[in-house]
């Protein structure tokens, strides 16, 4: 059992994820109504509620603090395996393309060493999903450093810019 969240928390990370209760009652399966009653104080969660909500929250990035309230976590790495992880990599960088310092092109996206055929192959009709709703934000840059001269661009995709550093001395991303 992880340590309860008082209402303040629980309305304090809705807040630093922009997230509506709807929102987070999809993503937990916790239901609004209910969730009205704990932000309220008008009911205390049991532990399993507490629990899904807690795990639900830290998973999009917000970190507790203790009793006190609630924070972006900062500086966090995630090791991202399989196709799974491929999607949720492209759906960060969306994420990130949408954030209104990148929208209008003035803050660049930053990957390396991606191999971008890995993408195409595992994600295929995901792939091309992810490229269209790339290219509708207009103004975005991403900008992948690649081993060698030698590369495989996605078709399509506007919004990259690829640049190539010797492939000697660069390690996996």
Not at 22 to 50: F, Y
Not at 103 to 127: Q, T, W
Not at 144 to 160: D, H, K, N, Q, W
Request: aromatic share 8%; net charge positive; proline share 3%.
């Amino acid at each position: 059992m992880l340590q309860k969240l008082s209402s303040a928390q629980l309305r304090s990370a809705r807040g630093l994820l922009n997230w509506s209760r709807a929102e987070l009652s999809e993503r937990s399966g916790v239901s609004e109504p209910t969730l009205h009653r704990i932000e309220n104080d008008l009911n205390k969660p049991g532990d399993r509620t507490c629990d899904k909500l807690r795990s639900t929250l830290e998973q999009a990035g917000v970190e507790f603090l203790g009793s006190a309230g609630a924070q972006i976590k900062r500086d966090v790495v995630y090791a991202l395996e399989g196709i799974d992880g491929f999607k949720k990599l492209m759906d960060d960088v969306y994420a990130a393309a949408c954030d209104t310092s990148a929208a209008d092109g003035s803050k660049p996206i930053c990957i390396c060493n991606v191999d971008d055929r890995l993408f195409m192959k595992h994600l295929g009709e995901y792939m091309a999903f992810h490229v269209q709703r790339m290219n509708d934000l207009k103004k975005v840059r991403l900008r992948i450093l690649v081993r060698g001269p030698e590369f495989y661009a996605i078709p399509g995709s506007r919004y990259i810019e690829y640049r190539w550093s010797a492939k000697e001395g660069t390690g996996n991303v």
